[in-house]
């Protein structure tokens, strides 16, 4: 048999997901001596918020960027600590005893690990409305990726529209590559950003940039809509988009109209923790909306219900970049220690100092997230006619009529719908649906339920799942005579 420390598909530690947080645990794993594996399917490490920017692509000369930096300083430390790094590869499996199942240019990869320690982020939360799947509408986060891997805007004249920090940041960067941004509709209202303020107060480096990004748009005499949400999308002429939007009264209705016309929509509502791994495996969860909505259950060095198995990042709750590195430097150090390696009272004295760095990092992050919780009335908003799973077609008419026939939950929505079984795996219908679920039958998103964990948790052609494998092998017994 081959000894376990020699083979090089066995790893003491497997992190999936090289944005902040994997990065972070890798790096204080391996310090303390642990044999540690990391995988994403992005080209380079960064995740979401330090995306590198793609060869040939540069920033223009004097440009600088406190992401490009940071990103850069984390992936000299990754190099440095002696983790081995894999990249261009998409997990689809993780089965029991961390044997971990992916994909990558050259083919099928599979490693196992004693330890794995989860940190896969966020998706983005976007309520559907009548034109949400035109072109020209995209998503916030997403147009994130567009600006970062590509330097590049969505339109010529963009609306930028939605809740949380990153419509900020999407508006100011939107205007520095060029793009005539031609309003900001913000869902929170001034009261809600005096609630954050006193947690935001606890990173004024943090602040500082927000209001950096503030400043930029007022300085291009961006239009800043407060209470505004977007109702509807249509075509217009030249392929512009004219755009609905109405102020949210008290009542979280919608009040009086007014119309928009942009080359495209960035619009969001906010980020959702990435469970796909978490539920696949089973772990505990609970629903904290003002986390982001469905979470794992962690103690307070990120071990979820399942033994061996960790979550850190914006996976197991929003709390941002910052959180997210040092939330993963945490587990990585409880991980080695937990795994008999290393000196346990340096690791647990080092456990100790992150955990202060964190948690003003979490106080900044978390004040974010409440302002990107889901709101329940943009749901009931919804028409009857608008697509919820854009994967599969399906309408809120669909979802409310499975319902009204028997269905109590979730998944039983989705077997009766196919809501939420397209290439996405309800990443983008999920929230939508279950809100629809919960209201029509006048319960709790509790009582509507949590999506069955199931792999693929990315898409893989069937050639691949297959392997080797081939029909003619099956040891098929000939039939006996009669
Ligand atoms: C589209 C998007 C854009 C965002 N842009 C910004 C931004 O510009 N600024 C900002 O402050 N915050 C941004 N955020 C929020 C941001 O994600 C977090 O605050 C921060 O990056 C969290 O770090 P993390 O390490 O927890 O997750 P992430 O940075 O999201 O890293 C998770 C990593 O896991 C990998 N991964 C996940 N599943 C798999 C799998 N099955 N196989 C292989 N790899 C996998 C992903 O490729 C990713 O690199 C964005 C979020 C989203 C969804």
Redo the contacts with the bound molecule.
Sequence with gaps: MADPASDPSRFDIAV???????VGAAVTAAWAGARVLV????PQT?????RALPEGITLAPGVRSL?AAEGARQRAELEASGAQLVTD????MVSEGFRIE?LGPQGPAKWQADRLIA??????RVVPFPGWTLPGVL?L??T??LM?SQRMAPGRRVLVAGCG??LA?VAAGLGKIGAQVVGVADLAGPADWARALPRMLARPDLMARGAGWVAQIAARRVPYLPRHHVLRAEPGADDALRVTLARIGRDGRPGPERLIEADALAVGHG?VP?T??TRLLRAAHDWRPERGGWIARRDTEFRTSVPGLYL????GG?S??AA?WHQ?RVAGLAAARAAGIGDAQILSDRITLERRALRAAEGFGRAMSAIMAPRAPLYAAIPADTPVCRCEDVTRAEIEAAVAAGATEVNQVKHWTRCGMGPCQGRMCGEAAAEIVAAKQGASRVQAGLWTGRAP??PVPLADLAGDFDYADIPIPKPAPL
């Design positions: 999936l997901g090289a944005g902040p947080a994997g995988i994403d399917e992005a960064g995740g979401q918020v330090y992401e590869h998409r997990v689809w992916a940190a896969t982020g966020t998706h983005e998503g986060a997403a994130t990726i970062k920090p990153l940041y980020l990435g796909e791994l850190v990042g914006d996976g929003i941002g970049a997210a993963g948790l990315r």
